[in-house]
């Protein structure tokens, strides 16, 4: 079946480095969502790409949708303690209009 | 902010009670899920509704079920609390109308079985 994998699922980073996470699909995507879990907390909607090369900016978060609708990625730029959480990609399942998600990526900010 | 809420938000509870979970939003989504996730993990869907009258499973096996009298409203039951159930039950909604609108998620009902 479709499946969204995400990479990688932890990434420990020390305040001020960037950091990066990968998200693929064994299908071509109409869309593709991001969203923060913090600790403790509940999934929270970030953006949605929708064209194909499509890149979108949220101060120092980029978010990058492949040529191919398959991929796409997250940037954090200068990470800040605030952006500790998990942060998950999630496509469409085709079908009954649900949502696949990633198994997240992980990430620790150290001060 | 988005308004949908999920009570309890901690149960802690004996094997083999029933349980029910409640969600309920205000913004006459259409749409409504309920997901569960282990902590530190991925979500599972579980249940789906389309609407009124509408109740789907999810991708996830689940002894749990649902019902959708309201809009507004999706509750989840266990008939039988077990261990095995204990985790974190997610419940989300969003408007229909386009493809695959965003999801807001209510603050979850941490779930522990004794």
């Known amino acids: 079946g479709q499946q969204v994998m995400q990479i990688p699922q932890y990434q420990h980073v020390q305040e001020g480095e960037d950091f990066t996470t990968y998200c693929n699909s064994s299908?071509?995507?109409?869309?593709i969502q991001w969203y923060k879990q913090r600790p403790g907390g509940h999934p929270v909607f970030l953006i949605q790409?929708?064209?194909?090369?499509e890149v979108k900016k949220q101060k120092r978060l980029t978010f990058q949708f492949g040529e191919a609708k398959k991929n796409s990625s997250l940037h954090i730029t200068a990470t800040q303690t605030t952006d500790v959480g998990t942060y998950f990609c999630?496509?469409?399942?085709?079908?009954?209009?649900?949502?696949?998600f990633g198994k997240g990526t992980k990430l620790s900010v150290k001060p | 902010e988005a308004d949908i809420y999920q009570t309890p938000r901690y149960l802690v509870i004996g094997t083999g009670k029933k349980i029910t979970l409640e969600c309920s939003q205000t913004?006459?989504?259409?749409?409504m899920y309920w997901y569960q996730q282990d902590p530190g993990m991925e979500l599972h869907l579980i249940h789906y509704?389309?609407?009124?009258?509408?109740?789907e499973k999810g991708d996830l096996s689940s002894e749990s079920t649902v019902s959708r009298i309201r809009t507004e409203h999706f509750p989840l039951t266990l008939e039988s609390a077990r261990p095995s159930h204990t985790s974190q039950y997610l419940c989300?909604?969003?408007?229909?109308?386009?493809?695959?609108?965003?999801?807001?998620f209510g603050d979850g009902t941490r779930l522990s079985i004794l």
């Open positions: 790409l929708v064209k194909s090369g």
């Open positions: 299908t071509t995507l109409s869309n």
């Open positions: 999630a496509g469409p399942d085709g079908s009954q209009g649900n949502l696949i």
């Open positions: 989300a909604s969003s408007a229909q109308t386009g493809s695959n609108q965003p999801q807001h």
């Open positions: 509704s389309y609407g009124v009258n509408s109740t």
């Open positions: 913004m006459g989504h259409d749409k």
